[in-house]
């Protein structure tokens, strides 16, 4: 008896579905990572102090949205021509893909185990941040393996009803994932504004420094913010993203002066890893004004005082 012949449509039908099945697995698990590593941040790490996931969960997210349906709707197509033809279960590509997709499942989770052992081994800590992800590893790899080995044993071609229910439980748990990233880092509204007063805390820090600098150099600090701008050493003072304000500034005394902003949201402390603001960085001789930029929502006024031992003017220093 002769082999089927795979047809253009049965080629991309199984490519399409592998890309959107490899892509969907890999973004849902860096989703449920990020989620961890917001609940269980490492305090070893850079991201305990300085949290920016916000950004690689808005594309996991994306991609979950798009692949999800893509995935689900390309292997309801392939049931249902495999339904009408059931030489099409024969075709070398399903049976590649089917293999394919059971080799890295289970190489996965070998890897994941090893990972695991390995990490007892060295007597390293074993956190919950860290128990969590090779536990998620170990689900998504072993749920993956044990679904297509029910596909090539036909379990889901004698079962369709259950084999659609397999599908509304996949659509069911990324719309669960994807909801509860909304929670953790909030609507899009929110991000934008996170970000706009990020802006603000980076434009307050460059005016800061830009005062401090023209003290240095006149021993006086300026009576406006506008005495600041200097076309020539390409100096422009920025303003609010959303206004496009310029930002309040008073000198409060011969060296002391205030920065004033209306944020959006609260600023969280560095505590229990939350996200702040960046520190400004510290001048060439290592030492810099203090840089406390927390804040709370509304209009928020910084108060600096400038240390003449610290930033001595230009003219001493020569």
């Known amino acids: 008896?002769?082999?089927?012949?795979?047809?253009?449509?049965?080629?991309?039908?199984?490519?399409?579905?592998?890309?959107?099945?490899y892509g969907g697995v890999v973004a849902y698990i860096a989703l449920i990572f990020d989620y961890i590593n917001k609940a269980y941040p490492n305090p070893v790490s850079y991201d305990y102090y300085y949290y920016g996931g916000s950004s690689s969960i808005s594309y996991e997210t994306a991609t979950l949205i798009v692949l999800t349906p893509v995935f689900l709707i390309l292997m309801r197509l392939i049931r249902r021509s495999i339904a009408n033809d059931t030489s099409r279960k024969e075709i070398w590509i399903r049976r590649w893909a089917l293999f394919l997709t059971l080799f890295l499942a289970g190489a996965t989770m070998v890897v994941d185990l090893i990972v695991l052992v390995h990490t007892y081994l060295q007597g390293e800590d074993l956190t919950v941040g860290f128990l969590l992800k090779v536990l998620t590893v170990f689900l998504v790899a072993g749920l993956g393996f044990m679904h297509f080995v029910a596909d090539v044993w036909g379990y889901w071609e004698r079962e369709p009803a259950r084999a659609k229910m397999v599908n509304y439980g996949v659509g069911l748990l990324v719309l669960v994932t994807i909801i509860a990233g909304f929670f953790i880092i909030g609507t899009p509204q929110q991000i934008r504004e996170e970000k706009q007063d990020m802006i603000r805390v980076q434009n307050l820090q460059d005016i800061q420094w830009q005062v401090v600098n023209y003290w240095q150099q006149k021993e006086k600090l300026p009576a406006s913010i506008a005495e600041l701008n200097d076309p020539i050493s390409g100096s422009i003072i920025p303003v609010d993203p959303r206004t496009k304000q310029q930002y309040e500034y008073r000198a409060t005394g011969p060296r002391a002066f205030q920065l004033c902003a209306t944020f959006a949201a609260a600023g969280d402390s560095m505590e229990g890893g939350r996200k702040v603001p960046m520190p400004v960085e510290p001048m060439a001789d290592g030492k810099s004004l203090p840089d406390n930029w927390q804040h709370d929502a509304g209009r928020v006024c910084f108060d600096r005082t400038i240390d003449p031992e610290r930033y001595p003017p230009y003219s001493k220093t020569r």
């Open 1 to 21: 008896m002769d082999k089927p012949k795979v047809t253009p449509k049965d080629f991309f039908l199984w490519a399409g579905a592998m890309v959107a099945l």
